[in-house]
């Protein structure tokens, strides 16, 4: 087992040896320029191969439109401002705190896999084959929920852009390429189906927020809730989806509020353990945690 434990590169541990941290500075960056440099090309231009119908990202999430379609600014936005925070934390590998690097290192292989498989996703989404796209979003679910449970209590720097960031978009990407997989998927079945699942956004959230008292998560939902809301509004205006979607945004965003303000000031939530707790009492490095419980 111990030898097992040697070789998985998803193992969790406290520190690692020279030699892995070069390999971890090598693969985190390449597997990060080639998630956001096919992200990129693909949102500005079609792929010119194969004989399915093909498409830019976003020819793609109009063309199938669905009880899920996203909209373009607000998704663009929040990718372009994760691949920003994602690149300080891929700077992290290289500081000469040796605490810093260990903790960028621990979710390394994580994070690569996660770029990667977002590669695949893409290089499949914009020529159509959903099926298969779909599939590798559910392992990068998997994946992906698999670091957060194990590593949900490093800083700030690390847990954003590394895990709940990429969580949350997956969460949401497996429903959005869903919908579109589905035939028939703007047909009344397929809107009242999108009606009632629509609220796992919210359920999904709320399990953060409340257990993990994470507002990063929050927050990273409730954007990309507004993107829904406002693709649906702008297509169909009598419509249900727009208006649950704009209400799990507020929903999200108002309990953000309320644990990320007590998580910068130094205070615990509400519902923490019933009174607020000052920030002088806390443990000394209670602000590495990205997270209000250590």
């Not at 194969?50 to 607000?74: A, C, M």
């Not at 690097?101 to 989404?125: D, K, Q, R, T, W």
Request: with cysteine.
């Amino acid at each position: 087992m111990e030898r097992l434990n040697q070789i998985n590169p998803f193992a969790k541990r406290e520190s690692h040896s020279a030699n892995s941290i070069v390999w971890y500075k090598i693969l985190t960056l390449l597997s990060w320029l080639l998630s956001v440099v096919v992200t990129v090309y693909y949102t500005i231009e079609p792929p010119h191969d194969g004989k399915h119908h093909r498409g830019t990202i976003w020819h793609q999430n109009y063309h199938n439109y669905s009880g899920f379609t996203l909209n373009s600014v607000i998704t663009s936005i929040y990718w372009i401002v994760l691949f920003i925070l994602q690149l300080g934390y891929i700077s992290h590998l290289f500081s000469s705190k040796t605490e810093s690097v260990n903790a960028a290192c621990a979710v390394g292989s994580h994070f690569i896999a996660n770029n990667l498989l977002h590669f695949g996703f893409v290089m499949l989404f914009v020529r159509s084959h959903f099926v298969w796209a779909e599939v590798l979003l559910l392992i990068n679910f998997f994946n992906l929920s698999s670091l957060y449970f194990r590593h949900n209590s490093y800083p700030r720097f690390i847990h954003l852009p590394a895990v709940s960031g990429p969580l949350a978009w997956t969460f949401v990407a497996v429903y959005w390429n869903g919908a579109i997989m589905v035939p028939h998927q703007n047909s009344l079945v397929a809107r009242i189906f999108a009606n009632v699942f629509v609220w796992s956004i919210l359920v999904y959230g709320l399990f953060f927020i409340i257990v993990y008292k994470d507002y990063t998560m929050g927050f990273s939902l409730s954007v990309l809730s507004a993107s829904l809301g406002v693709a649906q509004f702008f297509r169909q205006v009598i419509a249900f989806q727009w208006i649950f979607a704009f209400t799990i945004m507020a929903v999200l965003f108002v309990l953000t509020v309320i644990v990320a303000i007590p998580a910068w000031t130094g205070r615990e939530v509400p519902w923490a353990n019933g009174r607020a707790v000052d920030s002088e009492s806390r443990p000394a490095d209670a602000e590495r945690a990205p997270l209000l419980s250590d």
